[in-house]
């Protein structure tokens, strides 16, 4: 694969789709261990109207499906699962230590560990100008 990876290359690999795919493109890979996507963080996402509307921050909850997203992507992207959808199968030790707001460009690092036939894990680092501001463990079922 040539990097980057546009949304449109993105989709090609993973299901979602707007307003639900949240990774702008992918910028580097390392087959079936690491994948680093970008998610530009725009004034104009839908979820700022109403999560904190006066002073906007991502939810956390959409930077952990963020990274789960380009976890799927490196999984999905491997020709033995190729065809095959990746669904969030659990959160482990989650931290949030800083705000995300409109601006920011968020940075998603997933090191991929296990990975059998039918599940996976991966160590998910979001950052924004070199410091973390979400680390978590995904879990992933393939079918």
């Known amino acids: 694969m040539n990097l980057p990876i546009d949304k449109e290359g993105i989709k090609a690999i993973i299901p979602h ?3 639900f795919l949240l990774i ?3 910028v580097e ?3 079936g261990k690491s ?5 530009y963080v725009n004034a104009a996402e839908y979820y700022f109207a109403g999560h904190f509307p006066q ?3 991502m ?3 959409l930077i952990v499906e963020a990274l789960a997203q380009t976890g799927a992507f490196a999984i999905l992207s491997l020709p033995e699962h190729k065809g095959k959808i990746a669904y969030f ?3 482990k030790n989650a931290r949030f230590r800083q705000k995300v707001v409109p601006g920011d460009v968020l940075k998603l690092e997933v090191v991929l560990g296990r990975l059998r036939t039918s599940a996976g894990t991966g160590q998910a680092t979001a ?3 070199g410091k973390v501001v979400c680390e978590c463990e995904i879990l992933f079922a393939m079918s």
């Open 55 to 57: 002073e906007p921050v």
């Open 59 to 61: 939810p956390g909850v």
């Open 35 to 39: 994948v680093t996507g970008i998610k």
């Open 17 to 19: 789709r707007d307003p």
């Open 127 to 129: 950052s924004v100008n």
């Open 29 to 31: 890979m390392d087959p």
């Open 89 to 91: 199968g659990g959160i």
């Open 24 to 26: 702008d493109e992918i």
